[in-house]
């Protein structure tokens, strides 16, 4: 089915996987605690250069606690060539896991403290009563991935006000004038923000001009991903199961 991939290939994907995936689908591809067993995963079988799991990849799957990520196609046709590196058969299995393997102590100290989590939430505000909203494993994609965005959070009738910040833009006018502010559109042809002051203001675009810099609140937990420790995830879980 597959061809063998160059071996310098398939070391580059085991170091991408290993620092972008392993987190959630185990070091070895066969599963982990929140996402499934990609080596047997029927996508990945029928996938043959990384063309079907390049737009998972890019495009994540939010609802069910799988982000997107900013990697290259090339990235992924590395990772696409470990994956199909491996062998089909079930040794390696994943028994199953028990989420709750943390201590709730640590996490509240770690979320307090060290994990800097307080800088834009609070377990009192936003994540109040988290524990009773989803299941332990989709409390620990969600601390990994961030979540789907604001989107998915102002449908849920019963979560609490958000203080997490928006998604904000910056355009830079061509006489070097900046305005900032939440992000109300966006188009190629045009774009538009509320500032401080909750003033709209819309801005046509030709090609590059004005400058646009758009910043994802969810950018912090993207940037995190390769640093986690799994000793802080689990303390984390077992911390944020307790808001009932
Ligand atoms: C935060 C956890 C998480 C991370 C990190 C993650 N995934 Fe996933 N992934 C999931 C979950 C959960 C699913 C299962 C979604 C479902 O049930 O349909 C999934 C599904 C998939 C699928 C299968 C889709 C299908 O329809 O069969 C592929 C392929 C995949 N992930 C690849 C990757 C790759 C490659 C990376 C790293 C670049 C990665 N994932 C990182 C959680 C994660
Ligand atoms: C710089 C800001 C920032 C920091 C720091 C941060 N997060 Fe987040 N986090 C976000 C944003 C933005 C969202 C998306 C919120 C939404 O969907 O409404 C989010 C979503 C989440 C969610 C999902 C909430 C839900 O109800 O869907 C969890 C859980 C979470 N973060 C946990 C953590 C933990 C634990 C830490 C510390 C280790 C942390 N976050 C640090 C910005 C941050």
């Not at 524990?131 to 989107?151: A, C, D, F």
């Not at 102002?154 to 928006?166: C, G, K, T």
Request: glycine share 10%; hydrophobic share 35%; proline share 8%.
């Amino acid at each position: 089915m597959h061809p063998p991939a160059p071996p310098e290939q398939v070391a580059r994907g085991e170091q991408i996987f290993r620092s972008n995936c392993s987190f959630c689908h185990g070091s070895d591809a066969r599963g982990g605690e929140t996402g499934p067993n990609l080596v047997r995963d029927e996508v990945v079988l029928r996938d043959q250069r990384g063309e079907l799991i390049t737009p998972i990849v890019q495009n994540g799957i939010p609802a069910q606690g799988m982000p997107k990520f900013a990697l290259s196609a090339a990235d992924i046709t590395d990772i696409a060539a470990w994956l199909h590196s491996q062998p089909l058969s079930d040794r390696g299995a994943p028994s199953t896991l028990d989420i709750l393997v943390g201590d709730a102590k640590h996490g509240e100290a770690y979320f307090n403290g060290a994990g800097r989590c307080t800088q834009c939430h609070s377990a009192t505000g936003d994540l109040a009563g988290i524990g009773s909203r989803y299941e332990p494993k989709t409390i620990q994609n969600l601390i990994v991935s961030g979540g789907g965005g604001r989107g998915r959070r102002r449908s849920a009738a019963a979560a609490p006000p958000v203080n997490v910040p928006p998604t904000t833009v910056t355009v830079t006018l061509p006489s070097g004038q900046r305005v900032q502010g939440d992000l109300d559109h966006l188009s190629a042809f045009v774009v538009a923000l509320r500032d401080s002051n909750g003033a709209y203001h819309s801005f046509a675009r030709h090609d590059s001009i004005p400058k646009v810099v758009v910043t994802n609140p969810l950018q912090w937990h993207i940037d995190r991903l390769p640093q986690w420790r799994d000793a802080d995830i689990h303390d984390l879980t077992a911390y944020l199961v307790t808001l009932k």
